[in-house]
């Protein structure tokens, strides 16, 4: 009952308004949050249809139907599996009533409508979006050269002469050093949390 009044409380229409962490309590997002293993929402932007729910660790949309509609679509985008790309913000004109928020996580487009008086709010998001996409995209870049390098080590150890039996002994040794390497880079660079790139440019 509560929630479903949150749309007039929080004086929404088509065109999307950011919500402050104070009404988070209001909004259907809060709901779904994996509050369980950290979880906390650092920007939401609310329409009379749409909840887009920015948390440290995911990208969570609920796509209405219509504002006169109770359904609603449940979408989770972990930013860990779902990279963003082609972030961008296009602000308004002198007549425009919103501003636009743009950017692509995974395959799925995403272009948000918000109200121009959220402009300043916007440039954070804008910025945080766009760290968070350069951080995954280096991250790519370094765990691919981390098995590049795995590769040419084992070759070079290829061409190493040495016993038979002695090579045998050592498998099982490289084997595990090599898997316990890899699965270090991959904790160093396949980032889950993007909390403190959200606590740096979000400024609630």
Known sequence: MFK??????????????????????????????????????????????DEYCFTNKALIHLDGTSAVSKKRTLNRYSYSEYKITNVSLETAGTVDLDVEIKFVIGSVPFSIDVHKKFIEELKDLYKSLIKIAEISRENEFALDYAHQSLNLASSAMGRVSSKEESVAANFNSINESAFQWLMEKREQFHIKDFGFVFEKYINN
């Open 4 to 49: 479903k009044m949150a749309s007039d409380m929080l004086g929404l229409s088509d065109v999307g308004s950011v919500i402050t962490p104070a009404d988070y309590n209001k909004v259907d997002a809060d709901d779904y949050l994996m509050n369980e293993d950290g979880e906390k929402i650092y920007f939401l932007i609310k329409s009379k249809t």
